[in-house]
């Protein structure tokens, strides 16, 4: 398999920005080029890019990523490293989900207006109540 950076993306769903930009950061390794200069891709090089776009999907940071990698390169290592770095995301992903909720949970009790005007607004005074509160806390 012989790629060029255009079938790469096609193959694996990544933009050629992003494919540049994961080389420039070292996630992907410098491709091996034609005489005229141009990105070749090997079997690979397709498999650590599929790596990458999936763990971003799951949110991972690229730090993260880059941790995985370097893991994954020794297949004989215990997967407790990779392990922690999976539950220390989740945890992440559990702390966003909490306060999404809030949030949902807090507009909910805005959209509970009964239409009146602006003046006896009651999404209006949230907003402003809680400005308020806000600035009193800091």
Not at 33 to 46: I, K, N
Not at 121 to 131: K, Q, T
Request: aromatic share 4%; charged share 30%; proline share 4%.
């Amino acid at each position: 398999m012989n790629l060029a950076i255009g079938d790469l993306s096609r193959r694996t769903g990544v933009k050629i920005p992003t494919i540049r930009y994961y080389e420039q950061i070292g996630l992907l390794p410098s491709p091996a080029r034609t005489e005229g200069q141009q990105r070749r891709y090997g079997p690979d090089e397709l498999h650590r890019l599929n790596f990458i776009r999936h763990a971003r999907e799951l949110g991972f940071e690229v730090d993260a990523i880059r941790q995985l990698l370097g893991l994954a390169s020794d297949p004989g290592r215990s997967c407790g490293e990779v392990h922690d770095i999976t539950k220390t995301h989740l945890a992440e992903v559990n702390h966003k989900i909490a306060r999404l909720s809030a949030l949902r949970d807090e507009l909910e009790a805005m959209v509970a207006c009964d239409n009146r005007r602006i003046s006896e607004c009651r999404i209006i005074e949230v907003l402003a109540d809680h400005g308020e509160c806000q600035h009193r806390q800091h």
